[in-house]
């Protein structure tokens, strides 16, 4: 499932990342209450293929992911990302994106939504689209949290014990998911098809199984990015933006935005 982004674009046959996003685990330690950061890239069959765990959860939000390994490999150039590819359809061509939400900075390689309320049709479809890869990443850190119970609530263990099973958590997941895989959809338990999010085909997403589970204490968390970007990476924005106006375009996406009050 793409939710409507080219695979050449997120590469999703070579396993690599469609999706970024933060959450934040909270643990008592001391009669005081502490966390840790999860930084994760998720694939579009929702397991992770990079985590960055650990870093303390009273850091600026802003200093969270400029601040971490990934972040700043990514700023250097430095991850050994695929080659540009061409959009299907047209001779534009497009590095490989990480796709993220309004907590992550806009950069050449990572999209982020378009701010505000009152945007312009085309804006709207791209924030769209972007909200539906999203999706790949809310579901692997809701299938993970869902299952291993642990994280039902706060951890009550020091620092570097719950990193580590957080950790764990992460390694454990991607085996079963793996596992998973070759067994038929129709007899698997720990992610069956109704229990992560699912789209029907005209479009419309059904919420997964794993959304009526109790509270858990995974918290997603605050905006972390601004609005001060580079001149490539707002180009890179808007050339994926009119391939999802025009070529990559579906007749629900229209509708959905119609209905939304975009004419």
Same mark, same amino acid.
């Given at each position: 499932?793409? %939710?409507? %982004?080219?695979?050449?674009?997120?590469?999703? *046959?070579?396993?690599?990342?469609?999706?970024?996003? *933060?959450?934040?685990?909270?643990?008592?330690?001391?009669?005081?209450?502490?966390?840790?950061?999860?930084?994760?890239?998720?694939?579009?069959? %929702?397991?992770?293929?990079?985590?960055?765990?650990?870093?303390?959860?009273?850091? =600026?939000?802003?200093?969270?992911? *400029?601040? =971490?390994?990934?972040?700043?490999?990514?700023?250097?150039?430095?991850?050994?990302?695929?080659?540009?590819?061409?959009?299907?359809?047209?001779?534009?061509?497009?590095?490989?994106?990480?796709?993220?939400? +309004?907590?992550?900075?806009?950069?050449?390689?990572?999209?982020?939504?378009?701010?505000?309320?009152?945007? @312009?049709?085309?804006?709207?479809?791209?924030?769209?689209?972007? @909200?539906?890869?999203?999706?790949?990443?809310?579901?692997?850190?809701?299938?993970?949290?869902?299952?291993?119970?642990?994280?039902?609530?706060?951890?009550?263990?020091?620092?570097?014990?719950?990193?580590?099973?957080?950790?764990?958590?992460?390694?454990?997941?991607?085996?079963?998911?793996?596992?998973? +895989?070759?067994?038929?959809?129709?007899?698997?338990? %720990?992610?069956?098809?109704?229990?992560? &999010?699912?789209?029907?085909?005209?479009? &419309?997403?059904?919420?997964?199984?794993?959304?009526? +589970?109790?509270?858990?204490?995974?918290? #997603?968390? =605050?905006?972390?990015?601004?609005?001060?970007?580079? #001149?490539?990476?707002? +180009?890179?924005?808007?050339?994926?933006?009119?391939?999802?106006?025009?070529?990559?375009?579906?007749?629900?996406?229209?509708?959905?935005?119609?209905?939304?009050?975009? *004419?």
């Amino acid at each position: 499932m793409t %939710y409507l %982004y080219p695979k050449e674009v997120i590469v999703i *046959k070579q396993g690599k990342c469609v999706g970024t996003t *933060k959450k934040w685990i909270t643990f008592p330690q001391l009669q005081r209450t502490f966390s840790i950061i999860l930084l994760a890239c998720v694939d579009a069959n %929702y397991k992770f293929v990079l985590v960055d765990i650990g870093a303390e959860g009273h850091n =600026s939000d802003g200093g969270v992911f *400029k601040n =971490s390994i990934f972040g700043q490999s990514l700023e250097k150039g430095t991850l050994d990302l695929p080659c540009p590819v061409e959009i299907p359809g047209t001779t534009k061509m497009l590095p490989f994106l990480f796709i993220g939400d +309004e907590a992550f900075p806009l950069k050449s390689n990572l999209m982020r939504p378009y701010p505000g309320v009152a945007l @312009s049709k085309d804006k709207a479809i791209f924030n769209y689209c972007l @909200s539906r890869a999203r999706r790949c990443v809310e579901n692997a850190f809701g299938i993970m949290a869902s299952r291993f119970r642990i994280f039902r609530k706060p951890l009550v263990s020091s620092f570097e014990t719950s990193t580590f099973t957080v950790a764990a958590a992460v390694c454990l997941h991607n085996f079963i998911k793996s596992a998973e +895989e070759e067994v038929p959809s129709c007899e698997r338990r %720990y992610c069956p098809l109704d229990f992560a &999010y699912n789209m029907s085909p005209d479009g &419309y997403i059904n919420d997964g199984r794993w959304r009526t +589970e109790e509270a858990l204490a995974i918290n #997603r968390l =605050s905006r972390t990015g601004s609005n001060m970007y580079s #001149r490539q990476a707002e +180009e890179t924005r808007r050339t994926l933006q009119n391939y999802f106006c025009h070529e990559g375009a579906t007749a629900w996406q229209d509708a959905h935005i119609a209905k939304n009050g975009k *004419k």
